[in-house]
């Protein structure tokens, strides 16, 4: 069969698990975007096969040399459960008798401890971003950025995508929809209600003077100039990075995902029950969550090791 042929195969292959995926799964854009990228790379080493033609073989050659080109133990993992998925998927359409890819024991994903911030680290990010922006504007919205990320342990995309209608009336508790569109409740801070407040009326004003100018009213509470209406993560990141400089923090250990471990992890050094923290960051599962009780772990030996008086050398 023609290299040109079997490409094209594939290729549809791919189109038509990710539309039925998407569907069936309500999959977040991030996600279909990861898959396609991994099944597209799959099917490239495969050519000039198809993905209907390759072989078990097939399948642990191409992990062994995802290994050989350095990819971590996730992203060899994350490949292995794209190939999987695409080939139950055919196996249910009709398209192959067999996965080729179901007997394969996978690298697994190591479990890395997150890295996380001191309270006071916090505080100063938070001092920081009242600090941080060429207008009043736009320090109060980076104020208010930094207190619902640190209120209430959003996703970065879930912060971002707020809309303003669901944030008015002075809320002590915002619905988040989070990943295959499910919803939660979020409780937010005293201090993040007095920012949010402060940041409302700003926006009242954006809006009242948009419509006067004959411009269409922005949706999202955090507007921006892209396509989709509101501010990017990229943009969100950099200003995490440069609020971070500004505390006097090194901006490598700072970013929004880092200050939603912190959000996790202060509230477990405070007594928080774990599934309560497994539903406020939107986990399906305990054991995503049960990662932060390691890191408590280590700061309690730590607090022992430095100050237990058996645990002092003797002179």
């Not at 292959?13 to 799959?42: C, K, P, V």
């Amino acid at each position: 069969m023609p290299a040109s042929t079997t490409t094209g195969d594939s290729q549809r292959w791919i189109s038509t698990f990710l539309q039925a995926h998407a569907a069936e799964h309500n999959a977040a854009l991030n996600t279909q975007m990861a898959y396609g990228r991994d099944l597209i790379a799959f099917a490239a080493y495969l050519a000039p096969k198809s993905l209907a033609e390759a072989s078990r073989d097939d399948v642990e050659d191409y992990l062994v040399r995802c290994e050989a080109e350095g990819l971590s133990q996730s992203t060899r993992a994350r490949r292995l459960s794209a190939i999987r998925q695409v080939y139950r998927f055919a196996h249910e359409e009709g398209w192959r008798a067999d996965n080729p890819a179901l007997q394969i024991a996978g690298p697994g994903a190591s479990r890395h401890l997150p890295k996380t911030l001191s309270e006071g680290d916090v505080t100063a990010l938070l001092t920081s971003a009242a600090e941080t922006g060429r207008s009043p504007q736009d320090r109060q919205r980076n104020l208010l950025l930094m207190e619902l990320l640190y209120a209430t342990g959003l996703r970065v995309s879930e912060l971002v995508e707020l809309p303003l209608s669901s944030m008015r009336g002075n809320p002590r508790m915002i619905l988040v929809k989070g990943k295959g569109n499910k919803e939660r409740m979020a409780p937010l801070s005293d201090p993040a209600r007095m920012a949010l407040a402060a940041w409302i009326k700003l926006r009242d004003r954006q809006e009242d003077d948009a419509r006067k100018s004959g411009k269409p009213a922005n949706r999202h509470l955090f507007p921006g100039p892209g396509a989709d209406g509101h501010l990017t993560r990229q943009q969100f990141h950099g200003l995490v990075k440069e609020m971070a400089l500004k505390a006097g923090l090194d901006p490598a250990r700072v970013s929004p995902h880092v200050l939603r471990h912190a959000f996790a992890t202060h509230l477990l050094a405070r007594g928080a029950d774990l599934r309560v923290i497994q539903t406020l960051l939107g986990h399906a599962d305990l054991s995503t969550t049960e990662i932060y009780t390691h890191v408590l772990e280590d700061q309690l030996r730590d607090l022992v090791l430095n100050h237990h008086p058996l645990a002092k050398p003797k002179t």
